[in-house]
């Protein structure tokens, strides 16, 4: 079963724009990770935040996370064409043994 | 190499046949993972491999579904008596320990045929 769940599960956007994806989940975590996969292959690694964390940058990208409310989001700003992919979230739970589970992924796509 | 990397690229197999796919993590990387994409679909987990710990195989979705990792290093995933709703696309993960990033590959697309 998924542990996360994306929101929404397609975005258009111009670009320049700002798109916002939601992700929310069910069991405790250690950390949450936020992936990029362009074309339906290789996932690329954008952004991992560690539950004691409430926020985290990386150039373009912020991601907020609310343990209180099992949910994090993941901000891009200035979006560009580029920026064109599926996005999914992906919780470890607490059980230490490391398997990701990931969520059904959110479609952008940045209108040039 | 510099990541991972996964072989075959593509896999059109017959209905009935045994598959194997490989998976060379990057260097150093105690940990190993494989995960199944449907079309459309996001990544089902299917087993991790920590150092030398028993894999965590609870995501494999029945007995036909194997893997092993020899020497820490290189993972084969094995698939008996391929059937059709196996075609996806099986992709392997690294990581220096289960709470880093984990390093994708590019994926090998399973078709039966």
């Known amino acids: 079963s998924q542990q996360g769940e994306e929101d929404p599960q397609a975005l258009s956007i111009q670009e320049g724009e700002n798109a916002t994806m939601n992700c929310s989940y069910k069991?405790?975590?250690?950390?949450l990770q936020w992936y990029r996969q362009n074309s339906g292959r290789g996932l690329v690694h954008l952004i991992l935040?560690?539950?004691?964390?409430r926020e985290k940058h990386s150039g373009r990208l912020r991601v907020t996370l609310d343990t209180s409310k099992k949910s994090s989001s993941l901000l891009i700003t200035a979006s560009r064409a580029a920026d064109t992919a599926s996005y999914f979230c992906?919780?470890?739970?607490?059980?230490?043994?490391?398997?990701?589970?990931f969520g059904q992924g959110t479609t952008l796509q940045v209108k040039p | 190499g510099a990541g991972v990397s996964q072989s075959p690229s593509n896999k059109v197999t017959e209905k009935g046949k045994d598959v194997e796919l490989r998976c060379d993590p990057i260097?150093?990387?105690?940990?190993l993972y494989w995960y199944r994409q449907s079309l459309g679909q996001g990544l089902e987990f299917l087993i991790y491999?920590?150092?030398?710990?028993?894999?965590?195989k609870s995501g494999l979705p029945s007995d036909r579904f194997s893997a092993e990792r020899t020497g820490g290093s290189v993972s084969t995933l094995t698939i008996q008596r391929t059937q059709q709703e196996d075609s996806a696309v099986y992709l392997c993960?690294?990581?220096?320990?289960?709470?880093?990033?984990?390093?994708f590959g590019q994926g090998t697309r399973l078709t039966v045929v």
């Open positions: 992906a919780t470890d739970g607490t059980s230490n043994t490391g398997k990701l589970i």
């Open positions: 993960a690294s990581s220096l320990a289960f709470t880093a990033p984990g390093f």
């Open positions: 260097s150093g990387h105690t940990a």
């Open positions: 935040i560690r539950s004691n964390e």
């Open positions: 069991t405790s975590i250690n950390n």
């Open positions: 491999f920590q150092g030398n710990s028993a894999p965590d």
